[in-house]
């Protein structure tokens, strides 16, 4: 039985006293057992641990998994998952809330003995994973590596007559190269474009005296990177130096916080400080950030709404920012390891 799963079981009496956890998040699984799972459930006992999936992904799933017996239905996992609960003696079965559908629970319902009582969790292995494991930090230091060799290639190629969509295949074309992958659709966003936080590209060509936003992550081995850096072409205005002076003083005092112990919504809270003296608060509108890993958006979240203490081994983004309607936006977003004593800026070392 893996480390992880162990850990997962000795949480078990936190979460309503269940003697099993049904997963069927597809990141959730790949944590607990280190296989990319796909359309496949895990159940999680007590005593052993069974993954039920079907025959396009049996005997993959047979050859890669450790510890961890594997289950081939035919019909429905339903099926099997039922028959695992009468021969295991399952009283008090835990299922994710948040991935089960009404659907989904009027079938487990259906299917599962009457003796077996579901029973609705939140957040069982999302807790486990927001603090890191040595491994999962060097892999996130290893997609950053890659980040600062594609900010470099980016920076080389920005310049008046080129594209947001041409960055984007540069992009398409350097992850291929160094065979990675995207952690999510990048962001390449300029002049006006740069004032919507999740702008798309677009085949808008760059101007001279305009700003590029360009927000993107390298994924290797299914952990991920997340940046955002801010580019100008020719002379900066102003106005818009006054605005990302702002928004780099609330970052460096944001992350000046980070140590373990504190409030997620107090370092948010901080930031906010600083954009308000400045005026600039009211152009703010998302979370100053969020835990980074299998999912590029996990746990802790850095918002004023959340109730996350940080620990040693979080890894966050911290990412205050302005959006001007129809002007322009400012994001700056760097990732943050919390450590035993303070922080770590793992983006630290790429301008």
């Not at 190629?157 to 992009?171: D, M, N, T, Y």
Request: proline content about 5%.
């Amino acid at each position: 039985m893996s480390q992880r799963i162990k850990k997962l079981i000795a949480e078990f009496p936190r979460h309503k006293n269940i003697d099993a956890l049904l997963v069927t998040n597809d990141t959730n699984i790949r944590y607990l057992t280190n296989f990319p799972a796909a359309e496949s459930w895990l159940l999680v006992t007590q005593k052993k641990s069974f993954y039920i999936t079907d025959f396009r992904y049996v005997l993959e799933a047979r050859e890669h998994l450790r510890d961890v017996s594997v289950k081939q239905y035919t019909q429905t996992p339903c099926v099997t998952l039922s028959e695992l609960c009468k021969h295991y003696k399952i009283k008090r079965l835990g299922f994710d809330e948040k991935y089960t559908s009404v659907n989904l629970y009027k079938r487990l319902k259906e299917f599962c003995p009457r003796r077996t009582k579901l029973l609705p969790t939140t957040g069982a292995v999302e807790v486990l994973r927001e603090v890191k494991e040595p491994g999962e930090i060097e892999v996130i230091r290893q997609c950053l590596k890659l980040h600062f060799r594609a900010l470099d290639m980016v920076k080389g190629a920005l310049r008046p007559g080129v594209s947001e969509r041409q960055i984007l295949e540069k992009l398409e074309q350097f992850v291929k190269t160094v065979k990675a992958g995207f952690a999510f659709p990048p962001i390449i966003a300029s002049g006006p474009n740069s004032c919507y936080p999740h702008a798309k590209v677009s085949d808008r060509v760059f101007k001279s005296h305009e700003p590029i936003l360009v927000d993107t992550g390298i994924d290797i081995n299914g952990y991920k990177s997340d940046l955002t850096r801010n580019f100008f072409l020719g002379k900066i205005p102003g106005h818009y130096s006054k605005a990302l002076e702002a928004v780099v003083l609330a970052q460096t005092e944001a992350i000046a916080m980070i140590k373990p112990g504190v409030a997620t919504a107090e370092v948010d809270l901080k930031a906010r400080k600083v954009l308000r003296k400045f005026g600039l608060a009211k152009y703010f509108g998302h979370s100053l950030g969020h835990g980074v890993g299998l999912d590029i958006h996990e746990n802790p979240r850095l918002s004023c709404k959340s109730t996350s203490i940080l620990e040693p081994g979080m890894v966050v983004t911290v990412e205050p920012a302005v959006y001007i309607p129809h002007k322009y936006g400012i994001r700056v977003e760097d990732m943050v390891l919390v450590t035993e004593r303070g922080c770590e800026v793992l983006s630290g070392n790429y301008d």
